[in-house]
């Protein structure tokens, strides 16, 4: 009991020092006449009877401390009683012991006053400073942190110590509403907060049946009228169904677009007026002034009553003031308040706030106004027009500027800004506020609604801008037409929209006004007559150098500076093969102009080499094979296809980019470095092109113009100190070859950020993401105008501008990036569709599917087979997906599009027209989280089943969680992944339907049910496919083309593996169940054959092989005949411990990417899956529908081999043969 009073006493103390009290007068002779308030009990109470009360359960020390420590004075001022100083010849000496404890304490309590006021100082600095998102201070006594929740609760015998929230919100009509949730502890942050909920339909956010509205805490306050260590809580609105912003949360987007123009860093600043009135009858609204007379009728005309002050000038100071000092203990971010021209009419004044902080601190500022009208029995109207006739009306003026206003010239900025906002002029008003058409009607300094205008300490003019903003160059601007009632997050999400268009625009166009390039003098020609040379050539031209500096060997070997600069020329040169180069139409009729001979058939005759396969081929070393290719002349012996491209002829072989392997070491050996040179200039004074061509010269510096740098160097070479004459390698200077690749070589050797770069922020503000750039850095081959091409040659010498332009549009994305609106999905949840990955094998499992055509092209070769029209098509299989949803009576559906389906797991990932939905008020489509590590044996669980039409929900419990996949019907084939079984209650197993989602009982979803039995499939590799879609990068998916099954450790034993201790022995192993005909693994690996390491390290579970195989894959864009790369794998083969290589392949790759229609039939390759359930060499085409050309001979599942005797390996060469048939005539088929 003692405790609880001791800890309530902190909470009263601090009330007290609120308020002001004195909580410390001393012991004296009047001790017993001294009363004090007793926090246990709260009675009034002198020492003597606090005495009384405590004396058999506590010791007298123990209650005068009490008393001393905890008991506080009654709420009142007062001063407390000096003892008379006694007379110095009364003094009697002290004890030696009391002296120096006495003498030891002086000091510290000196220090002690002297250090607080600077303490309390700071911590009035702090208070003042907060950022709310960094939380609030803890209050003494009471505990801080998250908040633990009802189960907490109900442990608690009292609840002395908890701490209430307001939860603020506001409604469908931005109306603040509220209600008090009792707390563990009081939030630090709003981390601490819990997301809660409220019946929607009594707001007008949601319909009766379907009620339920989420509170999201976004910003945390003091309660200034619970006084601490109470709170207030600034949450958004969101429905549980779908997590969507609820009707009227407007936070949502003003959010998201203060993020994206975050780099702008927008300030706002709000005056809000506010008209207090006399209530009127309960629910309806107030209409009389009071600030008007008794009986209604209007008071002396507006004058006297602005920033005024006295009786009968000033009415409604009090709840002026009070509204003030709340708002300031809350936190809330008010600058200042004052009376208004109307009688009854204030102002008060928010910010500076940055961002979406403008509307919460309004928001929360509008609520405790609310309250404290409430409490002096008055209403706060806002709007804007509150009284008829010749009266001011009610506006929420708001203050705005940005970086560049607020810097030096940012008064040029404000104008650009101005002149945008009368662009859009009917789009802001249509945000400023309902009834602002009676405010804004030219009169009471203010513009008409219709007008728009802009000048200078004008208040009559839409935007002002302050005196001082002019005459400083810089500032602020003020815009005047919202309204008082005006929704805070639709204003200055508006505001920040245009502003951000606007500088997007001069971003862009300052983009392209101005070149920057990266130039660096290579490693063979770092001297100083050399540097001196660079300085004054780039001078001539009227280029500016920004920044100049020394990168030495080690540096750049060590951070792989110039791998990554030559990362195309690299990769083409060592890990591409020839057969994966794109050369141009053009580029090949050069190629056999020079050689005399077709590209096709010398790749067909295995002649072309990249330069590390060639020094293989040679018998020589990187080195020699750079010096042949050095000797090669242009325009004989070697071309150039692209950038960075280059085929020579050595010996009797053509070789692509032997230069690279000599010229790295150039770079990184000992002793050498590069010296940079960051430069800029006028885009309209030298074009790129010439830049390139005439200040720089071309790659072969004998034939560069002679004024240019490289032949100058190469001219006079040993003048400048050169130890050998520049050739096309050691060309003596590089340049950047367009302002997009400037900026690849300025973020890798100068590291330099893609967002503070002026051409980076330039992609960036046109609406190109930063993860693309970052991808187009790395030179991909692009699609572009029907062709394919290097991004950086499809660049190269184009001025700003026009790259810019050519980025611009989505058409430069390639077949690997995923639709930017993925990126705006919930990568926590998706809609659960179960979807057959082998979409190629069948119509879609759990889905209504039909067989579509569409989306195709017809093939340059077609022919008519009777009846039949023969089509190849190009797209992801055939399939057309349909999602039902189903309600209490209703049923609706919806179209859906396959965004991935898996090639082997059992799941697919699609997109719902959600939008398309008609009937709201009777259905919903629900996203369900994901909960990836959620499963455990004898977990309680339930699953939503639709297999009779209507939603059953089946309950059961998990059973297991690591049983090998199931053999499926039809083609269908999984492997290397757990499956979990569940325990259902027997009267629901006829209900089980495929696809439904497995959930816990916290509603989160674990699984994905796959068939009859309980099986279900967890949810990792839906996640990690989830994540990959929303990072926008292709899934990695590897395989080794074997299939894999989790074995007891004990059948292990008796395959040969080794007995270990039981304490480090692994419960099951992963045994070899099959290997593809065909593949690799099936010459290097046995079935039976127990996996025991992979790359070095113990791998005993599926989840493990999968990731890294899918890391390895995720390295490199390998097609089905070209390995991704290699992993090295320790088996166990009868007792043996086996070491093997295997190559990982890319899954995805190997599934079909093409199918035929033929006479009603759908014809493709053999898939992964369908080779590995019935143990085939991926080889054949498949019948997914015989048709009515082939029905009479083949049935539906069956791989046709040949046609009239000709092999068909694969659909190009079906269709050949079929076309070869001549018209009207049988044909026989082996299958």
């Not at 912003?245 to 949502?252: C, D, K, S, V």
């Not at 002026?320 to 009376?339: L, P, Q, R």
């Amino acid at each position: 009991q003692f405790q609880a009073r001791a800890c309530y006493a902190g909470a009263f103390a601090a009330l007290c020092n609120n308020l002001k009290c004195d909580s410390s007068p001393t012991f004296g002779a009047t001790m017993a006449e001294d009363k004090r308030v007793d926090p246990a009990t709260g009675d009034t109470v002198t020492f003597k009877e606090l005495s009384a009360a405590y004396a058999k359960k506590y010791k007298n020390n123990e209650i005068k401390d009490y008393w001393e420590d905890e008991c506080k004075p009654p709420v009142r001022e007062r001063k407390p009683r000096v003892k008379r100083a006694a007379k110095e010849d009364d003094a009697k000496p002290e004890p030696k012991a009391k002296a120096k404890a006495k003498a030891k304490a002086e000091p510290k309590a000196k220090a002690k006053a002297k250090a607080e006021p600077n303490a309390k100082a700071k911590a009035a600095a702090k208070s003042v400073e907060r950022d709310p998102d960094e939380g609030l201070a803890p209050v003494k006594g009471f505990p801080s942190g998250k908040d633990a929740g009802a189960g907490a609760l109900a442990k608690l015998k009292t609840f002395t110590k908890c701490v209430l929230a307001e939860y603020v919100w506001l409604d469908a009509k931005q109306v603040p509403r509220s209600k008090t949730m009792t707390m563990t502890s009081r939030p630090s942050k709003v981390s601490d907060l819990r997301v809660w909920n409220y019946d929607g339909s009594s707001t007008e956010q949601a319909d009766g049946h379907n009620s339920e509205v989420l509170l999201k805490p976004r910003a945390i306050f003091n309660d200034p009228f619970r006084g601490p260590p109470h709170v207030l809580v600034m949450a958004d609105c969101w429905n549980a169904w779908d997590d969507k912003p609820a009707i009227g949360n407007t936070r949502a987007e003003c959010a998201a677009n203060m993020t994206k123009y975050k780099q702008l860093d927008p300030w706002f600043g709000i005056e809000q007026e506010y008209t207090l009135m006399v209530p009127g009858k309960v629910g309806e609204k107030a209409t009389v002034l009071l600030g008007f007379n008794k009986d209604g009728s209007a008071p002396a005309p507006q004058g006297p009553y602005y920033t005024s002050a006295g009786f009968g000038v000033a009415i409604g100071r009090p709840i002026a003031d009070e509204h003030y000092t709340m708002c300031m203990e809350a936190g809330v971010k008010i600058s200042g308040i004052n009376a208004e021209v109307m009688p009854g009419q204030w102002e008060y004044q928010i910010g500076p706030c940055r961002g979406v902080e403008i509307g919460d601190h309004m928001t929360m500022a509008r609520y405790i106004m609310l309250r404290v009208t409430e409490k002096h029995g008055v209403v706060c109207s806002i709007d804007p027009k509150p009284a008829e006739g010749d009266w001011n009306g009610a506006g929420c003026h708001t203050n705005f500027s940005t970086t560049a206003m607020r810097a030096k010239g940012g008064y040029e900025v404000i104008i650009k800004v101005c002149e945008a906002f009368g662009k859009v002029v009917k789009q802001h008003i249509q945000d400023y506020g309902e009834d602002n058409d009676k405010r804004l009607t030219g009169k009471h300094e203010t513009c008409d609604i219709n007008t728009f205008k802009y000048g200078v300490a004008n208040r009559a003019a839409s935007i002002r801008i302050p005196r001082d903003a002019e005459k400083d160059g810089r500032g602020y601007m003020e815009d005047r037409r919202p309204g008082a009632n005006c929704d805070p997050y639709r204003v200055c999400n508006r505001i920040i929209i245009t502003t951000g268009e606007c500088m997007d625009q001069d971003i862009v166009t300052g983009g392209g006004a101005k070149h920057a390039a990266f130039v660096f003098i290579k490693p063979h020609a770092v001297y100083d007559k050399v540097k001196d040379l660079v300085k004054e050539k780039l001078a001539e031209h009227g280029i500016t150098i920004k920044s100049e500096g020394q990168i030495k060997a080690e540096t750049i070997d060590k951070k792989k500076l110039i791998d990554v600069h030559y990362g195309a020329i690299a990769a083409k040169a060592v890990s591409m093969k020839p057969s994966e180069l794109t050369v141009q139409d053009k580029a090949q009729k050069e190629f056999e102009t020079q050689f005399g001979v077709a590209w096709s058939k010398v790749m067909e005759e295995g002649l072309v080499y990249n330069a590390m396969d060639a020094a293989k081929k040679l018998g020589i070393t990187g080195d020699e094979l750079g010096e042949k290719y050095d000797k090669l002349k242009k325009g004989e012996t070697i071309i150039k296809f692209g950038g960075g491209f280059y085929c020579g002829k050595v010996d009797d072989i053509y070789v692509i980019n032997g230069f690279y392997m000599s010229m790295r070491g150039k770079f990184t050996a000992k002793g050498t470095s590069i010296y940079y040179y960051e430069v800029e200039w006028p885009a309209d004074k030298l074009a790129w092109s010439d830049f390139r061509g005439k200040v720089l010269g071309g790659t072969d510096p004998a034939t560069a113009p002679g004024s240019s740098l490289r032949n100058i160097v190469y001219s006079k070479w040993e003048e400048l100190g050169l130890q050998a004459q520049p050739d096309t390698g050691d060309n003596g200077v590089h340049a950047s070859a367009s302002p997009f690749e400037a900026l690849a070589e300025r973020c890798n050797w100068l590291r330099a950020s893609i967002g503070r770069d002026f051409f980076g922020q330039a992609l960036l503000a046109s609406d190109i993401p930063i993860k693309t750039i970052r991808d187009w850095s790395q030179d991909p081959s692009v699609e572009f105008e029907g062709g394919k091409k290097s991004l950086f040659d499809l660049l190269e010498d184009l001025d700003g501008t026009e790259v810019l332009k050519k980025a611009a549009p989505a058409t430069m994305f390639t077949s690997k990036y995923i639709d930017n609106q993925l990126q705006n999905d919930n990568p926590k949840s998706v809609y659960f569709q179960r979807a057959c990955s082998t979409i190629f094998n069948g119509s879609v499992r759990g889905a209504k599917a039909t067989l579509a055509a569409g989306h195709s092209g017809e093939a340059k070769a077609q022919q008519q087979m009777g009846r039949a029209h023969l089509k190849v098509c190009t797209l992801l299989g055939p399939v057309r997906v349909v999602a039902t949803l189903l309600g209490v009576g209703a049923s609706e559906e919806l179209p859906a599009s396959v965004v991935y389906a898996d090639p082997v797991h059992d799941f697919a990932i699609l997109r719902v027209a959600v939008a398309h939905l008609r009937r709201h008020g009777e259905l919903c489509a629900t996203e369900l989280p994901l909960r990836v590590d959620g499963c455990h044996v004898g977990q309680e669980i339930q699953v939503l089943c639709s297999g009779l039409g209507n939603v059953q929900i089946l309950s059961g419990n998990i059973a297991c969680v690591d049983q090998n996949p199931p053999e499926f019907d039809g083609d269908n084939c999984d492997e290397n992944t757990f499956y979990g079984r569940l325990a259902l209650r027997p009267e629901s197993r006829a209900l089980e339907s495929s696809g439904a989602p497995v959930l816990d009982s916290e509603g989160f979803a674990v699984g994905l049910l796959t068939a009859p039995g309980g099986l279900f499939l967890p949810l990792d590799r839906v996640a990690y496919v989830l994540e990959c879609l929303r990072q926008q990068e292709c899934v990695p998916r590897g395989t080794l083309c074997t299939a894999f099954a989790s074995t007891p450790f004990a059948q292990c034993v008796r395959l040969g593996v080794a007995v270990c201790s039981s304490a480090s022995a692994p419960c099951a192993l992963l045994r070899v169940l099959r290997c593809l005909p065909g593949s690799a693994a099936s010459t290097r690996l046995q079935p039976g054959d127990v996996l025991m390491e992979l790359e070095g390290s113990p791998c005993t579970d599926f989840a493990q092989l999968e990731a890294t195989l899918d890391c390895v894959a995720a390295r490199s864009d390998a097609g089905a005949s070209t390995p991704a790369g290699g992993v090295q794998m320790m088996v166990c083969r009868g007792g043996k411990r086996v070491e093997v290589e295997l190559e990982v392949l890319d899954l995805l790759s190997l599934h079909p990417s093409a199918f035929m229609e033929l006479g009603l039939g759908i014809f493709h390759e053999v898939s992964y899956q369908t080779a590995q359930k019935y143990n085939v060499p991926m080889q054949g085409v498949y019948a997914a529908q015989p048709g009515l050309v082939f029905g009479a001979a083949l049935r539906s599942g069956a791989v046709v081999l040949a046609v009239n005797g000709v092999a068909c390996p694969d659909l190009p060469h079906f269709e050949e043969a079929l076309c070869r048939v001549p018209d009207g005539q049988r044909f026989s088929v082996t299958w």
